[in-house]
């Protein structure tokens, strides 16, 4: 026995021997032909030594054994089968670790469920173990989706603490699952862009902007096999976007939420190598809905990120725009401009703009609340010498699609004067029915198609220091089955640390598998 081996892991000591054998571990993984066995108590022993173990611990720890038990050669059922086995180990060694370490460690597994569907996908399923090995999938992405939504509820979220950041850099952890390259990380992160995943670098490789991209990776291999398992598309639409909404308010996650609508305005979208290419246009329709038509009430919670999640917001919303217009369906273009601009984000932008910035008049002001009038307005800032993207260059180059800065921007095109408005309904941000009529003017719009996915939803019940904060949806003139009457159903709002329980609608049903 080695005299180290002696010296009590705590402190100093357990940090050195962390370094000390996870450098070793990345040295000899690179070797062509490495032995990896000698590793495994190793990092046994350093995630024993701790109530909250480090992530690299348990991602070192989960790594070594998982190659050791399983080879990498076989069928799709095979693989499958060993990625059911890796998301028990994990989910075994991450019960006591914060809520966004316990999602970014499901990676590997959402990497293998990608892999096992690429195989299948390229196949007619005609014999027996491929459809078993699909089943196997599904049944899966379900399980690995209900464990994410408990974590996020049950857990405490540990923003911008020491256990919240990684030790190690994320571009060499990613090394001991996926073969050593340049690009360890996005071949770990396959349904993640690359602009996505050289944003996420910025941000230091931060576990909870990783734990919101693994919510987002899940939430789109599902919406992928609810296409391919579908036996009927009559309703599939309407059904894709009350579950996407309803998984939204579940997750709670305003990291996952801005990393998807970052991810909606990619084309191609990262995750066409397992959607079918007439799939591609009902995808945008579900996810720019989903993300743009719903005021979520967490979103308030996570003040410190909200300009952020607004520039994101609104930049995804003059993208939406921009491709539907293309494609000739105005009037999704125009509900996504009218549930904007009745929002208070448009009030919002010009605030922390003219906050920030000692303006002139004329210059401080924004010709019109639309998101082209007011991406115009900030690029002309920009121009200016004003910051407002800052270094955030792919979001800057999404917002200047399809405009000119050169010519004045006109407080409201044609097409935002054609929709009327009792085809839409909104939700209530006021809180107190005596402030209703003021606060209707503030009202985030919603297209009718959520009506039924609204109705269905189910949000936990959520609790605010100090005092209760309630946010009513409201339903106005929607005739889906030939019944205008108005409905109304009530919400509470809240920070991201609920405790409560939340159902995630499948939708796929057990007839439709």
Same mark, same amino acid.
């Given at each position: 026995?080695?005299?180290?081996?002696?010296?009590?892991?705590?402190?100093?000591?357990?940090?050195?021997?962390?370094?000390?054998?996870?450098?070793?571990?990345?040295?000899?993984?690179?070797?062509?032909?490495?032995?990896?066995?000698?590793?495994?108590?190793?990092?046994?022993?350093?995630?024993?030594?701790?109530?909250?173990?480090?992530?690299?611990?348990?991602?070192?720890?989960?790594?070594?054994?998982?190659?050791?038990?399983?080879?990498?050669?076989?069928?799709?059922?095979?693989?499958?089968?060993?990625?059911?086995?890796?998301?028990?180990?994990?989910?075994?060694?991450?019960?006591?670790?914060?809520?966004?370490?316990?999602?970014?460690?499901?990676?590997?597994?959402?990497?293998?469920?990608?892999?096992?569907?690429?195989?299948?996908?390229?196949?007619?399923?005609?014999?027996?173990?491929?459809?078993?090995?699909?089943?196997?999938?599904?049944?899966?992405?379900?399980?690995?989706?209900?464990?994410?939504?408990?974590?996020?509820?049950?857990?405490?979220?540990?923003?911008?603490?020491?256990?919240?950041?990684?030790?190690?850099?994320?571009?060499?952890?990613?090394?001991?699952?996926?073969?050593?390259?340049?690009?360890?990380?996005?071949?770990?992160?396959?349904?993640?862009?690359?602009?996505?995943?050289?944003?996420?670098?910025?941000?230091?490789?931060?576990?909870?902007?990783?734990?919101?991209?693994?919510?987002?990776?899940?939430?789109?291999?599902?919406?992928?096999?609810?296409?391919?398992?579908?036996?009927?598309?009559?309703?599939?639409?309407?059904?894709?976007?009350?579950?996407?909404?309803?998984?939204?308010?579940?997750?709670?996650?305003?990291?996952?939420?801005?990393?998807?609508?970052?991810?909606?305005?990619?084309?191609?979208?990262?995750?066409?190598?397992?959607?079918?290419?007439?799939?591609?246009?009902?995808?945008?329709?579900?996810?720019?809905?989903?993300?743009?038509?719903?005021?979520?009430?967490?979103?308030?919670?996570?003040?410190?990120?909200?300009?952020?999640?607004?520039?994101?917001?609104?930049?995804?919303?003059?993208?939406?725009?921009?491709?539907?217009?293309?494609?000739?369906? @105005? $009037?999704?273009? #125009? !509900?996504?401009?009218?549930?904007?601009? *009745?929002?208070?984000?448009? +009030?919002?932008?010009? /605030?922390?703009?003219?906050?920030?910035?000692?303006?002139?008049?004329?210059?401080?002001?924004?010709?019109?609340?639309?998101?082209?009038?007011?991406?115009?307005?900030?690029?002309?800032?920009?121009?200016?010498?004003?910051?407002?993207?800052?270094?955030?260059?792919?979001?800057?180059?999404?917002?200047?699609?399809?405009?000119?800065?050169?010519?004045?921007?006109?407080?409201?095109?044609?097409?935002?004067?054609?929709?009327?408005?009792?085809?839409?309904?909104?939700?209530?941000?006021?809180?107190?029915?005596?402030?209703?009529?003021?606060?209707?003017? @503030? $009202?985030?719009? #919603? !297209?009718?198609?959520?009506?039924?996915? *609204?109705?269905?939803?189910? +949000?936990?019940?959520? /609790?605010?220091?100090?005092?209760?904060?309630?946010?009513?949806?409201?339903?106005?003139?929607?005739?889906?089955?030939?019944?205008?009457?108005?409905?109304?159903?009530?919400?509470?709002?809240?920070?991201?640390?609920?405790?409560?329980?939340?159902?995630?609608?499948?939708?796929?049903?057990?007839?439709?598998?």
């Amino acid at each position: 026995m080695e005299a180290t081996d002696l010296v009590p892991l705590v402190g100093e000591n357990y940090a050195l021997k962390l370094k000390h054998s996870m450098q070793e571990l990345l040295s000899e993984i690179s070797k062509e032909s490495p032995n990896l066995s000698p590793f495994v108590s190793t990092f046994y022993e350093l995630m024993q030594a701790k109530v909250d173990p480090p992530f690299e611990a348990i991602w070192a720890y989960a790594a070594i054994s998982f190659r050791g038990r399983n080879p990498e050669k076989g069928d799709a059922l095979d693989m499958i089968l060993a990625a059911k086995d890796l998301f028990q180990l994990l989910s075994a060694c991450s019960g006591s670790v914060c809520a966004s370490k316990s999602i970014v460690l499901l990676a590997p597994v959402v990497f293998a469920l990608h892999g096992v569907m690429v195989e299948l996908l390229g196949r007619e399923l005609r014999c027996k173990r491929e459809k078993k090995a699909m089943r196997e999938v599904k049944s899966l992405v379900d399980v690995v989706l209900g464990y994410i939504s408990l974590s996020c509820h049950n857990k405490v979220y540990e923003e911008e603490s020491e256990s919240s950041r990684l030790i190690f850099p994320f571009t060499d952890l990613a090394r001991l699952w996926v073969d050593m390259n340049d690009e360890a990380v996005e071949s770990l992160l396959p349904l993640v862009s690359s602009d996505v995943c050289g944003w996420i670098c910025s941000k230091g490789f931060h576990v909870d902007y990783l734990g919101g991209a693994i919510i987002m990776e899940v939430l789109l291999l599902k919406l992928c096999l609810s296409f391919h398992l579908a036996t009927s598309r009559d309703g599939l639409e309407s059904k894709l976007k009350s579950w996407a909404v309803s998984s939204i308010s579940s997750f709670q996650n305003t990291y996952f939420l801005e990393i998807l609508m970052r991810t909606a305005l990619e084309t191609p979208l990262p995750f066409i190598s397992i959607l079918k290419p007439e799939d591609e246009i009902l995808s945008r329709k579900v996810l720019f809905d989903a993300v743009l038509l719903v005021d979520y009430p967490f979103l308030y919670s996570n003040v410190k990120y909200i300009k952020n999640l607004t520039l994101t917001r609104l930049v995804a919303t003059h993208g939406a725009v921009e491709y539907f217009r293309g494609l000739g369906d @105005q $009037n999704r273009a #125009i !509900s996504y401009i009218k549930a904007f601009s *009745a929002s208070g984000l448009p +009030l919002q932008i010009v /605030k922390w703009v003219t906050s920030q910035n000692v303006l002139e008049e004329k210059v401080g002001k924004a010709n019109g609340s639309s998101p082209r009038a007011l991406i115009h307005w900030l690029l002309s800032l920009e121009n200016r010498g004003i910051r407002v993207f800052e270094d955030d260059d792919i979001l800057k180059s999404h917002a200047t699609s399809g405009l000119d800065i050169s010519k004045p921007e006109h407080p409201a095109s044609n097409l935002e004067r054609k929709i009327a408005d009792g085809d839409l309904f909104y939700v209530d941000n006021a809180g107190e029915e005596g402030n209703a009529g003021e606060d209707d003017k @503030q $009202n985030n719009l #919603i !297209s009718d198609a959520f009506v039924a996915a *609204a109705q269905t939803m189910k +949000l936990p019940d959520r /609790k605010r220091k100090g005092k209760h904060s309630e946010k009513k949806i409201k339903f106005v003139k929607y005739d889906l089955h030939q019944n205008s009457e108005p409905v109304k159903a009530r919400t509470s709002t809240a920070d991201d640390s609920s405790s409560g329980e939340s159902e995630v609608e499948d939708p796929i049903s057990d007839t439709d598998a």
